[in-house]
């Protein structure tokens, strides 16, 4: 940001967490996915019931982002807005204290903006964690079951010298 001022940090601000919110949900969205379709798979009787939960899941995070796309929209706009009724005032003494208003702020509205990109960083970097979990556990699945037929066959053993 090289032309700084409150409206221009301010909308990045919004813009920025945003982008955090959805990102957000699209990782919760892909979490809980994976938890859904694991479920499936360990109870084939529940099929409908994931599928059914599944559907909701899709539904639901896309309203989620529906709405933070109409307040992110709805801030950007009044941000705006107010910038432009601002930016009309003619008077000496209002121009001069919008501009002290704003060197006093600045500073403070730039460690937000700081802030808002670090949030954002955060929650891409909690996307990637989630999405490489998901092929983590994909590739450890096959393993994952035989470790679990081995626990049962010697729980089985063990229950048989015990009768």
Known sequence: ??????????V?????Y???????VGAWRTGARRLLD????RYGQM???TEFL?????????????????????????IEAVAGRAARIESPIA???????SAINL????????????????????????ANAEEAAAEQAPAAKSGAVAVAKTARRASRKAA
């Open 1 to 10: 940001m090289s032309a700084q001022n409150l409206s221009s940090v301010a």
């Open 12 to 16: 990045h601000v919004v813009g920025q």
């Open 18 to 24: 945003h982008e955090a919110g959805k990102t957000l």
């Open 38 to 41: 694991g479920a499936a798979s």
């Open 47 to 49: 099929q409908k019931v």
């Open 54 to 78: 599944a559907n909701r899941l899709d539904i639901d995070t896309g309203r989620v982002v529906e709405v933070l796309d109409r307040m992110a929209e709805a801030g950007t706009k009044g």
């Open 95 to 101: 121009t001069s204290l919008m501009s002290t208003f």
């Open 107 to 130: 500073p403070i509205a730039n460690v937000h903006a700081q802030i808002a990109d670090k949030i954002a960083e955060g929650a891409k970097t909690l996307e990637t964690r989630v």
